[in-house]
């Protein structure tokens, strides 16, 4: 059974930091391409960050230079470290597994920034 399973969201003030984390389990962890994906109320569901299985990242223009997507592979754990972080970041944040088109989700994290 495949799992992703995010945790790490809260309440923050602007300015203020969050880590992110999806845990996953159930696939090979390695092999995938992982992805950040957040989605706002009545928003639709945007790509924050992406993190190929070799290492390279891309990152939405909205987040760059404040965010960081990193894996650790012998944990099957991504990590999105969020810096400065804005009212307009406040959204449900979701883990993403790609390979060859087959995609697997995790339940989501709520992110919430006010002050």
């Known amino acids: 059974q495949v799992q992703l399973v995010e945790s790490g969201g809260g309440l923050v003030q602007p300015g203020e930091s969050l880590r992110l984390s999806c845990a996953v389990s159930?696939?090979?962890?390695?092999?995938?391409?992982m992805q950040w994906f957040r989605q706002a109320p009545g928003k639709q569901r945007e790509l924050v960050a992406r993190?190929?299985?070799?290492?390279?990242?891309n990152y939405a223009d909205s987040v760059k230079g404040r965010f960081a997507i990193s894996r650790d592979n012998a944990k099957n754990t991504m990590y999105l470290q969020m810096n400065s972080l804005r009212p307009e970041d406040t959204a449900a944040y979701y883990c993403n597994a790609d390979m060859n088109g087959v995609n697997y989700w995790g339940q989501g994290t709520q992110v919430t920034v006010a002050s």
């Open positions: 159930g696939i090979i962890f390695r092999l995938h391409s």
């Open positions: 993190i190929f299985s070799g290492g390279i990242t």
